[in-house]
């Protein structure tokens, strides 16, 4: 089954960083908008960032604007999602997926909702703990 896969994630003591990577697995992120969405135990899936297909606009939760930073490298065919500053708050499984292309047509689905997001990965568990 065609669908993304995440790397990078692990246990990381508040204030530190990570940094996420997306790639395909039988599909390629560079033929989508991408996003992640993350989400904490208990807690509904929360659309935290998307980068557009072209790359030219990225998107950020009020939670992460200014902390994280996200980019795509066309060459390695990979999107990273870049995490500093990183807060107990942050703790969770992170999914990346696509932005729904009949819908967005390469843009980022509206308000980051998770709902608009398909093929999503098996998720990387992400702990901020001390």
């Known amino acids: 089954q065609s669908q993304f896969v995440e790397s990078g994630g692990g246990l990381v003591q508040p204030g530190g960083s990570l940094r996420l990577a997306c790639t395909g697995s039988?599909?390629?992120?560079?033929?989508?908008?991408i996003g992640w969405i993350r989400q904490a135990p208990g807690k509904e899936r929360e659309g935290i960032s998307c980068?557009?297909?072209?790359?030219?606009?990225?998107h950020y939760a009020a939670s992460v604007q200014g902390r994280f930073t996200i980019s795509r490298d066309k060459a390695k065919n990979t999107v990273y999602l870049q995490m500093d500053s990183l807060e107990r708050g942050d703790t969770g499984t992170y999914y990346c997926a696509a932005g729904n292309p009949l819908r967005f047509f390469g843009r980022c689905p509206t308000l980051l909702d998770p709902h608009g997001f398909e093929r999503w990965g098996q998720g990387t568990q992400v702990t901020v703990s001390r």
């Open positions: 039988g599909l390629s992120v560079d033929d989508y908008a």
């Open positions: 980068i557009t297909l072209s790359g030219d606009r990225t």
